[in-house]
């Protein structure tokens, strides 16, 4: 009964596909690990957050603003 149940469960989801979803789940989970403790770095932290008052770019607005520039 049980084989039967698993059998039927399986042409649902196959197999191959559960593994394929998990692999990839944890290479993102893998990524964005990687990707939070480089940006946790003294020297990312300072390249991203040092504020240039001469920049061009001035940063995010609002959208309105964005909107409102558009006209």
Request: charged share 15%; hydrophobic share 50%.
């Amino acid at each position: 009964m049980i084989a039967a149940s698993l059998a039927w469960l399986e042409t649902l989801i196959p197999a191959w596909f559960q593994t394929l979803s998990a692999v990839v789940v944890f290479g993102v989970a893998a990524l964005f690990g990687t990707a939070f403790v480089r940006m946790g770095r003294p020297a990312a932290a300072g390249y991203y957050q040092d504020y240039d008052p001469d920049a061009r770019w001035g940063g995010y607005g609002s959208w309105l603003d964005l909107l409102r520039r558009g006209r």
